[in-house]
């Protein structure tokens, strides 16, 4: 059975950083793409970022170009994704996401985690 873990998430003072980690099980993930969405109360869920298998490719929502990084972990079954200068904006459910590739990921991905939460405060 798939499973996608997050963690990392919590509550930040504006401008502040956090580092959100996911590890993926039940098969191999080597090969899939991996990204990152966010579900503000309210709103729908939004894309965020993605990152291919090997890493060399990335994508980003336009609202957090500049200030969030998504990376792999050397396992490949692990995304993290370190955010910088975060606003109140930012807060929301961050969901990890699995896909065969980037733009699987960001058009429907093949697995959800279940979601952390990041609340940030002005």
């Known amino acids: 059975q798939v499973q996608l873990v997050e963690s990392g998430g919590g509550l930040v003072q504006a401008g502040g950083s956090l580092r959100l980690s996911c590890t993926a099980s039940?098969?191999?993930?080597?090969?899939?793409?991996m990204g990152w969405f966010r579900q503000a109360p309210g709103k729908e869920r939004e894309f965020v970022a993605a990152i291919s298998w090997a890493g060399g490719n990335t994508n980003y929502a336009d609202s957090v170009k500049g200030r969030f990084t998504i990376s792999r972990g050397n396992a490949k079954n692990t995304v993290y994704l370190q955010m910088n200068s975060l606003k109140p904006e930012d807060t929301a459910v961050y969901y990890c996401a699995v896909g065969t590739y980037i733009r699987t990921v960001v058009a429907g991905p093949d697995y959800w985690g279940q979601g952390t939460q990041v609340t940030v405060s002005s």
């Open positions: 039940g098969r191999a993930f080597s090969s899939d793409a």
